[in-house]
């Protein structure tokens, strides 16, 4: 299983970034999946989860609630990160992963995924 993760960059504090992630080599509709970031110095950590189908709900960490969006489309095996009103603490790294033979609910333990992304690097310009 591969999962590409695209779209960041550097933003002003305010603006919007879509990221996205690209999931092949396995059945992405069987996959619970989250968005992770790591800002230098600091843990990894959980930005938002979805359910394998989306329909199990979604969460989302505290500092981003109302701002960020996560979705997914079965069809074309991707995930996305709708991210608003970002702010300077948003800078970080951003992670997708997968969990493989998920309940119906969204993770947002690092530990429970099973594959990572490489990383795409969200600037924020204050």
């Known amino acids: 299983v591969q999962l590409q993760a695209s779209g960041g960059g550097l933003v002003q504090a305010g603006g919007s970034v879509r990221l996205s992630c690209a999931v092949s080599?396995?059945?992405?509709?069987?996959?619970?999946m989250g968005w992770f970031r790591q800002a230098p110095g600091k843990e990894r950590d959980i930005v938002a989860a979805?359910?394998?189908?989306?329909?199990?709900?979604?969460a989302y960490a505290d500092s981003v609630k109302g701002r960020f969006t996560i979705s997914r489309d079965n069809y074309s095996n991707t995930m996305t990160l709708h991210m608003n009103g970002l702010k300077p603490e948003d800078a970080a790294v951003y992670y997708c992963?997968?969990?493989?033979?998920?309940?119906?609910?969204?993770?947002?333990?690092?530990?429970?995924?099973?594959?990572w992304g490489q990383g795409t690097l969200v600037t924020v310009s204050s």
């Open positions: 992963a997968a969990k493989v033979n998920p309940s119906t609910s969204p993770y947002l333990r690092a530990t429970a995924y099973d594959y």
């Open positions: 080599g396995g059945t992405f509709r069987k996959y619970a």
């Open positions: 979805i359910s394998r189908s989306g329909g199990g709900g979604t």
